[in-house]
Every structure is written in structure tokens, then in C-alpha cells.
């Protein structure tokens, strides 16, 4: 029955020198898909949902009101997948996440503000001097 799953597991063995918990006899089994992002093939199954909608917006747009064929609608289509692939790529929440409204209410980008340079000396020090 074993045999059945052996293209699902690797089997790894401890060098002869190597001391472990385990006998230097035993093996470890690990699942070759662990870690792996689900896909269809080179696609990653994250990418489905934004591509169809890719498609029918494109379609609806560009044969529907525009009336320029599959032929373009195809064109287009592909362009913006692509474009939308490597924009998001293997790890989407780098450029996704920049959209997003971060936790927490009381958010400021620095603790110092800009003081024009074209101020008079004096209100520049009262600006710079100031609390907030």
C-alpha cells in the first residue's frame, strides 16, 4: 500500500556521522508539496479571479460598446493579464497592501514639517520650534 503513495512522499535518511533523536536507521518522510502555492500549471491559482475579470470587463468594454472584435478584445485581454502579473507577481501583497487602509486611526507620516524656505527667518524658527 505504501507503494501507492511513494510519488506524493520523499524519503530522507540521516548521514551515517549525523546524531538525532531518531535512530541513525530511521527515515523521515516529507510531502513534496508542502510550502508549494496552488496553480494550474505556471498559473497561480490566485490569478484566476482578477484574469476572468480582466476578460469580461475587457469584453463587455471593447465588443460591447466599442464594437472592435474578438481579435482586439484578445489583444487587450492579454496585454492587461500581463500586465496585471507583473504587477502582482509571486508575492501580490507587496502592491495590493499599498491600497489598503492600515489599522489604527491616529496615523502621521513623520514628526517634522516642512518649513518653506521662503518664510521669513523668524517664522521658520516658531515653525521649527514648535510642539504638535
Known sequence: MLSHFSSLVTVLELPLGAKSMFSERE???VN???GKQAGFG???AS????WLAIITISYFIFDGLLGWGIPK????SFWLI????????KDPDRYVNRFRKPKGKNWM???A????????RDTRKKLKNKKY
Open 27 to 29: 527515515t523521515i518522510k
Open 32 to 34: 513534496k508539496i508542502l
Open 42 to 44: 505556471p498559473i497561480p
Open 47 to 50: 490569478q484566476i479571479m482578477p
Open 73 to 76: 478584445v484578445a489583444v487587450i
Open 82 to 89: 500581463l500586465s496585471w502579473w507583473f504587477v502582482t507577481g
Open 109 to 111: 507620516s513623520g514628526g
Open 113 to 120: 514639517i516642512y518649513v518653506s524656505p521662503l518664510f521669513p
